[in-house]
């Protein structure tokens, strides 16, 4: 079955206020959007079924910022579809809430989707350090969206290559163990190179995420499977970095089968 438009939410699912988000950023009685051409045609994990109730449901049902979250994700996905995937920002909040979060890091921004789901999760006086090498999409795109729900002053926007950033804040002792979550999210060939970083800044007991680590399945592409030299690159370099994290005695890692796969590294030393 393929479903390419569906009802809003029913009020069940439509409980404000919101715990994730400031009240202001809440609404009591709202239609939601109807789903865009382009979000009909997205999908989690290929399956049209899972993506609607996922996105008008699950996952942004509950408050005003969501929609315009929704909206967001609908946008990024029209260019490329580089974004996180709803139900993964969702395992980040949660995630976030149980590590009790303050402080967080980003790599890759793009739009700022999951950078607002992070901002979102965060107490009042959270900080995320955001990195990109451009502000082109998050300005044009998801500031907006994240001056309207409230949390923009979590973000500390820092526009540049991640290596050099995160080295800068390496350099500085009082990062040294201060963040409770990274998201990595950006090129594939630096990850080992960022995991170095990220675990001198996330303290133990703290959490680094990487995404695209199954990369469509491309990771276990046969030498000689029609893909094209881009996606071969970034696949060795993926399986160059995960073989690493498996054994690597500082973390616990945890791969994910969600949206094109995640790694979680739980620091433990
Ligand atoms: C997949 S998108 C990030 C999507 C975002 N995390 C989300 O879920 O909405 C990757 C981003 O990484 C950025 N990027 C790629 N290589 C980078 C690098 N070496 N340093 C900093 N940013 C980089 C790109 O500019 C792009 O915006």
């Known amino acids: 079955m393929r479903l390419t438009h569906r009802s809003p939410p029913s009020s069940t699912f439509w409980k404000p206020p919101c715990s994730l988000a400031s009240p202001t950023a809440c609404v009591s009685s709202a239609s939601p959007p109807p789903p865009t051409p382009c979000e009909s045609r997205a999908a989690v994990l290929g399956i049209h079924e899972l993506l609607v109730p996922a996105l008008d449901r699950f996952v942004h049902a509950r408050c005003l910022t969501f929609f315009l979250l929704r909206r967001t994700c609908a946008e990024t996905r029209c260019r490329g579809g580089m974004a ?58 998801g500031s907006p969206v994240i001056e309207k729900s409230g949390v923009a002053r979590k973000i500390d926007f820092r526009v540049g290559l991640a290596l050099p950033v995160l080295d800068q804040m390496v350099a500085e002792e009082r990062n040294k163990g201060a963040f409770d979550f990274a998201f990595v999210d950006a090129d594939k060939e630096s990850l080992l190179s960022y995991h170095e970083r990220l675990l001198q800044l996330v303290r133990v007991g703290g959490l680094i995420a990487y995404d695209n680590t199954l990369l469509r399945g491309h990771v276990a592409a046969a030498p000689d499977a029609p893909i094209s030299d881009r996606h071969r690159a970034f696949a060795a370099a993926i399986r160059e970095f995960s073989a690493a994290v498996a054994v690597d005695r500082r973390v616990h890692i945890c791969q994910l089968a969600i949206a094109d796969g995640l790694t979680l590294c739980r620091r433990v030393a």
């Open 84 to 141: 996180a995937s709803p139900d993964q920002v969702q395992l980040f909040g949660l995630l976030l809430e149980m590590l009790g979060a303050r402080k967080a890091i980003e790599v890759g921004v793009f739009t700022g989707y999951s950078l607002l789901a992070t901002a979102l999760a965060l107490p009042d006086d959270g900080k995320i350090v955001a990195i990109d090498v451009t502000r082109e999409f998050y300005d044009s795109v």
